[in-house]
């Protein structure tokens, strides 16, 4: 495992509620995703956004998680489970290098890359791959904390994204974090 991959310990503290006194799952992801979707969430931890977009989502949709570490799967899908939403979320270990997302070529309406993006091996593969899955038009949000990202990285972040054919369509505001709303065109 990557020195620089969130411990699975720590997925206990970020799901936990008291994270919602600083970062509103509802707030944060309501405009962007509607009844329906098939949501991607790369590096969801223990869920603290997972259970919100399978909400949003509905029955007829789904969000389709995708981490390498099963005990933050596990965790999800007991949470999951508890709130009576495990039917709509596809929870799937996968490698560190690719998220495997061929079987949802152009099918996925968005994705929330949430702390994650900055653990992953490369930013580049990371957005082609995500680039392929998003349907034309659908949106990437990518939310990158300030204490571990700096500004400068972002940046180079964004300038991968470009390269993938994500525009940048908003720039959030999100507590101690680097921000961005990505439009694939
Ligand atoms: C800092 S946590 C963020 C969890 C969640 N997004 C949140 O904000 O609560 C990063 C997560 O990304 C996962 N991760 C790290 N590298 C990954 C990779 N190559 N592919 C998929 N998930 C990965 C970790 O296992 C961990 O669950």
Known sequence: MSERVCPWWLGYLLASPLRRLTCNPAK????????????????????????????????????????????????????????GLLERVDARLVAPGSMGLTDLAGAVDFALVYAVLHELP????????????????ACLLLVEPAGHVKADKFQAELKAAAQ??????????????????????
């Open 28 to 83: 944060l992801l309501a405009p962007h995703v509607r009844e329906g979707m098939t949501v991607i969430e790369p590096g969801p931890g223990m869920g603290f956004f997972t259970l919100e977009l399978a909400r949003l989502v509905g029955p007829s949709g789904r969000v389709v998680a995708l981490d390498i570490q099963p005990r933050m799967l596990d965790r999800l899908k007991k949470r999951a489970a508890k709130a």
């Open 164 to 185: 993938a054919g994500l525009e940048v369509l908003d720039r959030p505001s999100v507590g101690r974090s680097h921000a961005a709303l990505l439009k694939k065109v």
């Open 122 to 137: 490369s930013a580049d593969a990371f957005f082609t791959e995500a680039a392929d899955a998003l349907r034309p038009g």
